[in-house]
Each structure stands twice: as C-alpha cells, then as structure tokens.
C-alpha cells in the first residue's frame, strides 16, 4: 500500500505563486508514475501534470509555462510550483501515483484558491 499526503494549498491572489508537496510511504513501487490532478466544484477531476520515475514529464496545455512538477525520489515527495495563477486554476489538488500495473493510489487533496 502507498499513502500520499498533500500539502501546501491555500488562498493566493491571481498573478501570485503557490508550491504544492506530496509525500508518499509505505511500499512505494520503483518504477511509478506520480502525478498532479485538480477538480474544481461540479466539474470532473482532470490530469495537471505527470513525472515518472525516469523523469519524463508532461503538462496539460492549460498549465504549460506557468506549473512545474518534480520529484525527489530520495525523500519520496513530488512538488507543484505553480506561478502565475490564474483563478481557473481554483481547484482542489490531488496527489496520483500509478505503477506498472495501473494501480492507482490517491491523496487526500488540497485546496487551491485563486482571487481575482
């Protein structure tokens, strides 16, 4: 099993900054991809960005330029800076790790607001 534990939401004007943390334990498989989703309220849950264990990364469009995801494989914990936020961008955030196998494993999320 693998927990995820998110950290690091809150309120932020538009235009400023926020980094989200993600700290994984347990038996946490060697090859896994971890990932960032958002769901804002009456809207389904959508991918922000994914890094696999290779360090292969890729963004949704909405995000590209702004977000930047990373891992630290030695403290099993996965990061979001996101700059310039937008107030689209409010949603909450949650923490993904899949392995080979496609199991998913899920955080608890956090919640990002954005002012306008």
């Known amino acids: 099993q693998v927990q995820l534990a998110e950290s690091g939401g809150g309120l932020v004007q538009a235009g400023g900054s926020l980094r989200l943390s993600c700290a994984a334990s347990g038996t946490i498989p060697s090859t896994n991809t971890m990932a960032w989703y958002r769901q804002a309220p009456g809207k389904q849950r959508d991918l922000v960005a994914t890094i696999m264990s290779d360090g292969s990364i890729n963004y949704a469009d909405s995000v590209k330029e702004r977000f930047t995801i990373s891992r630290d494989n030695d403290k099993n914990t996965l990061y979001l800076q996101m700059n310039s936020l937008k107030p689209e961008d409010t949603a909450v955030y949650y923490c993904?790790?899949?392995?080979?196998?496609?199991?998913?494993?899920w955080g608890q999320g956090t919640q990002v607001t954005v002012s306008s």
């Open positions: 993904n790790l899949f392995d080979r196998l496609f199991t998913h494993y």
